[in-house]
């Protein structure tokens, strides 16, 4: 049995002694840290700060549950959504992240605590039986406490070079931070640059109001823009609301400690990289070993998987208790509706796995403003790749919602981010992207066909013309671009396609080499490669392309 054989008046002992040895021994986890690239998480020592130098925050812990053992709460209602609001403490252009990627983050966060995430496919049979949905969601902030709209984000130019952790600077307009919303109403992040190699940290509940909440680093945040592996896939951030909610590292801070829940095993130290199950140590010396790819360890953030079912009742009683006036927080209802305000309410498909390797998106759109929404345009595609648009047309009226299917969109196998954005903007824009992360396993595989888009001749001598069949379905206002193999553009023009139109394109002046011819539509786009020799011996083509 991986379950602790010890009781809860034992377990409560260990807390104890657990304070006690952070106490002496303050200095320890940060040599732990200088053996390891990053400071995958600094809870701890601000934790043990605070116990030295706050009077009163043991106390304070104490009486919001810290030490209670994980238990089911009898008023559990199942489910809540936290208003979250972010605070983007900027000194560089590169830290003032974008609003896209901070929506990647509450992805991030509502695969994880649903247990949508692609990774959790790869739970060990063992420990599956522990695993579901915490009922647990993320949602910017939609009305600040003054009343007011507002997205969710707050952007603060600072002088500040970088945050200390310790230093409660971060926490205060007149240090160069900002202060936090009412932490009994909102969930405060601030996404900063963090001293040294600290990657982020969190305040347990009974924490002083002023400075509860979660901060990360900007390179650490989300799972797109400013990222950095292996801490690219937004997990610090699911680790640290982890400990906002009561959660203690899975290790228990200590020797074979204590985490105060009773479905993890005890562990000896915090696990960095990623490891192969079943994996043991000195404290669970036998198969399954111990739960590295568990949230509230150091795993890097591809090999994180799941919370345990205690560790759900942990935070839950939190929210219960402590926490428990954030369930009745106004701060996600809107306070005057926009005009123009259409959402990507969610990404119905794909989710979590799929086994062929033509997808067919389908995503849920939300009028929220005060008029009837006529028209839409979806972008989707993967990131750093061209995207794919679809026009949605039809009558949507304020407050209904509309399920749209894309055309089928290829896709590789693994684990992968697609992306969807509304193209056109609106009076809310950070509801204008979703993302969705999901695993291909494509067996027995199936492709999407192709769009037949044809080059000839090909190769082209390069004082010729080549001739490209376009495969375009639909009229549309397109964007031709020849790009060399380097992918320099060569040249660049807007022209309006229709179906079956052929190009004739001019070789002269270009080098030897191969080009790719790009005809980016506002529906969809297409490419094809053809190959210029300088050998008059190649074919030579009439200039005319009819
Ligand atoms: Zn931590």
């Excluded at 377990?11 to 657990?18: D, E, G, L, N, P």
């Excluded at 005057?336 to 995503?363: F, G, Q, T």
């Excluded at 790749?385 to 304020?398: D, F, H, T």
Aim: hydrophobic share 35%.
């Amino acid at each position: 049995m991986f379950v602790r054989q010890q009781s809860k008046v034992g377990k409560f002992k260990a807390i104890q002694i657990t304070f006690c040895f952070f106490l002496a021994c303050f200095y320890l986890p940060f040599a732990l840290i200088a053996q390891e690239n990053k400071a995958r998480c600094l809870t701890d020592q601000v934790h043990r700060y605070r116990l030295l130098n706050q009077p009163g925050y043991a106390a304070s812990i104490e009486a919001a549950g810290m030490n209670r053992v994980a238990r089911a709460s009898s008023s559990n209602s199942g489910s809540v959504t936290i208003p979250v609001v972010i605070h983007v403490l900027y000194n560089t252009p590169e830290q003032n992240i974008s609003d896209e990627q901070i929506v990647s983050q509450l992805d991030v966060l509502n695969e994880d605590y649903a247990f949508l995430n692609p990774s959790s496919l790869s739970v060990p049979d063992v420990w599956k039986p522990k695993t579901r949905d915490s009922g647990i969601r993320f949602v910017l902030a939609r009305r600040d406490p003054s009343g007011m709209a507002t997205n969710g984000i707050l952007r603060v130019n600072t002088p500040r070079l970088d945050f200390q952790v310790l230093d409660p600077s971060i926490f205060q307009d007149a240090t160069g931070g900002h202060a936090p919303w009412p932490f009994t109403d909102y969930l405060n992040i601030w996404v900063c640059n963090l001293e040294g190699n600290a990657l982020g940290f969190s305040s347990f509940p009974g924490s002083s109001g002023n400075q509860d909440g979660i901060v990360i680093d900007y390179q650490a945040f989300g799972r797109k823009g400013t990222v950095k592996p292996p801490y690219d896939v937004g997990r610090t951030a699911t680790h640290e609301i982890g400990h906002w909610l009561s959660l203690i590292h899975i290790w228990g801070d200590a020797f074979c400690g204590n985490d105060l829940v009773d479905d993890t095993p005890v562990q000896e130290k915090p696990t960095f990289r990623c490891r192969t199950f079943p994996y043991t140590d000195d404290c669970s010396t036998v198969s399954p070993g111990i739960m590295f790819m568990n949230y509230m360890d150091y795993t890097d953030d591809g090999c994180m998987q799941f919370f345990t079912d205690s560790q759900m009742l942990r935070m839950q009683s939190v929210l219960d208790n402590f926490r428990f006036s954030i369930r009745n927080s106004s701060g996600l209802v809107l306070p005057m509706p926009y005009v123009h305000d259409v959402e990507i309410d969610s990404v119905l498909a794909p989710v979590k796995s799929n086994s062929y390797r033509c997808l067919s998106p389908e995503v849920r759109l939300r009028n929220n403003g005060s008029d009837t929404v006529y028209t839409a345009q979806i972008r989707y595609g993967y990131p750093g790749s061209v995207q794919q648009a679809e026009a949605w047309s039809g009558i949507l009226p304020p407050g209904d919602v509309v399920t749209v299917s894309l055309s089928p969109i290829g896709a590789a196998d693994g684990i992968q981010v697609m992306e969807f954005r509304l193209a056109e903007q609106d009076d809310q824009s950070t509801n204008n992207y979703r993302s969705v992360a999901f695993s291909l396993s494509s067996l027995p595989g199936e492709n999407c066909p192709e769009i037949e888009m044809l080059a000839y001749p090909n190769p082209v001598y390069s004082g010729g013309t080549v001739c490209v069949k376009t495969g375009l379905q639909r009229a549309q206002e397109s964007q031709i671009q020849l790009v060399d193999v380097a992918g320099r553009i060569v040249w660049s023009k807007d022209q309006l396609i229709r179906p079956g139109d052929t190009l004739a394109v001019a070789t002269g002046g270009l080098s030897k080499g191969v080009y790719i011819l790009v005809i980016a539509g506002d529906l969809n786009t297409e490419a094809v490669r053809f190959v210029v020799h300088e050998d008059e011996i190649m074919p030579a083509s009439t200039g005319n392309c009819e």
